[in-house]
């Protein structure tokens, strides 16, 4: 189960955006080829949250939503690019050439961490803290 690493590297990522303040949402961009199951990165986030609210608290009211991207595939015999819905077969569609590079699905972003300003109550003010910020590959 890599989500739970892919989710400490999130971890890192939001607080160093959040720079000391509690979080209350995060975006993440996950491409379809990263093959991460989008339950199981909740289910490792949700234990991220917990430790959390045992230690300084500052994620434990973060809810993560999940941004999936599909596997877009540009063939460099015919040049069509294809979008993959269903098999995730490295051949292209048209020519059935294997010379294929993704153009999209290989994405692993956190996109928007929302933080809790000081002062604001739990309902209060939020806003983004970061955008676009890569885990690495």
């Known amino acids: 189960m890599h989500e739970l690493s892919l989710c400490e590297s999130i971890r890192d990522v939001v ?4 720079q000391g ?5 995060v975006t993440v961009r996950i491409g379809r080829l990263r093959q991460v199951v989008p339950e199981s990165l909740l289910f490792c986030w949700d234990a991220i949250r917990h430790e959390s609210a045992r230690g300084d608290g500052l994620l434990a009211d973060a809810e993560m939503a999940i ?3 599909p596997v877009t595939l540009a063939c460099a ?3 069509k690019q294809t979008l993959v ?3 995730l077969a490295m051949l292209c569609p048209g020519c059935f050439a294997t010379a294929v590079e993704p153009v999209t699905g290989t994405e692993c972003l956190v996109l928007t961490v929302d933080v809790r300003e000081a002062g604001a109550d739990r309902a209060g003010i939020a ?3 970061a955008a676009g910020a890569g885990m690495g590959s």
């Open 77 to 79: 015999n015919c040049g």
């Open 21 to 25: 303040r509690p979080v209350t949402g």
């Open 67 to 69: 941004e999936e991207v």
């Open 85 to 87: 819905e269903d098999d």
């Open 127 to 129: 806003d983004h803290a």
């Open 15 to 18: 607080l160093t955006a959040a």
